[in-house]
């Protein structure tokens, strides 16, 4: 009964690899959110979709691209990677009209 | 832009006290005000929400008002527990533009028993 599920939990890779972390969200929200946390616990929103369409496109570098296939999908490309790119990566959700968002347990990169 | 400034943790407090988190914020017009909690190893959850002046937001036994002379929403508990140790995070939705949540900068919070 999850409702904002991300995959892998945990992925530890070297620096210069492409790896992906997916999200699927089943509460029939528009609206879908990609949220980085660095070290300290900040958090700063990176991209969103609503309805497949990219509304928010944050200063993120072009090494991390956004697919949405279908509205209950939002998966987040990374090529490249740096160590810079450690941090926690949070996937969200929000129906239309409602203020508040739906978090995903989150995806835990370490690039070492 | 639209910001938000909480107090500067970490706050260390004895199981039954009185919590007070502190979070201020600079935006145009009326933002909805929100404060999430990070339980450890987990993602945010929605404690509280305030949409409009004067509002007051209220969630397991924690309360904050929305307060637009003061451009405040502080998080108070009067009474904490051990399990209410984690991340709180303050936040605040725009009035224009897209659906992004803006939030502070978090503050950990210990309870000791």
């Known amino acids: 009964d999850t409702a904002v599920s991300q995959t892998p939990k945990y992925l530890v890779t070297q620096m210069g690899n492409d790896k992906s972390i997916k999200c699927e969200q089943n509460?029939?929200?528009?609206?879908m959110y990609w949220y980085k946390q660095d070290s300290k616990k900040f958090l700063k929103i990176m991209f969103s979709y609503n309805n497949k369409e990219l509304i928010i496109n944050e200063t993120v570098p072009n090494r991390f691209s956004p697919k949405s296939p279908d509205k209950a999908h939002l998966n987040l490309h990374i090529n490249s990677l740096e160590l810079g790119d450690s941090a926690v990566y949070f996937c969200?959700?929000?129906?239309?009209?409602?203020?508040?968002?739906?978090f995903g347990p989150g995806t835990r990169l370490t690039v070492t | 832009g639209n910001s938000v400034t909480q107090m500067e943790g970490p706050v260390t407090l004895s199981e039954e006290a009185f919590l007070t988190i502190n979070c201020t914020y600079t935006?145009?017009?009326?933002?909805?005000l929100f404060w999430y909690v990070q339980y450890p190893g987990e993602g945010l959850q929605l404690l509280l929400k305030?949409?409009?002046?004067?509002d007051k937001g209220s969630n397991k036994g924690f309360e904050a008002t929305y307060r637009k002379e003061t451009t405040s929403f502080h998080l108070e508990k009067g009474s904490v527990q051990v399990s209410d140790s984690a991340v709180y995070f303050c936040?605040?939705?725009?009035?224009?533009?897209?659906?992004?949540?803006?939030f502070g900068q978090g503050t950990r919070l210990t309870i000791n028993p």
């Open positions: 969200a959700s929000s129906p239309p009209g409602v203020y508040e968002q739906y």
């Open positions: 936040a605040l939705r725009g009035i224009q533009g897209a659906q992004k949540l803006v």
């Open positions: 305030a949409t409009k002046a004067d």
């Open positions: 935006a145009t017009g009326y933002p909805s």
């Open positions: 509460l029939g929200h528009d609206t």
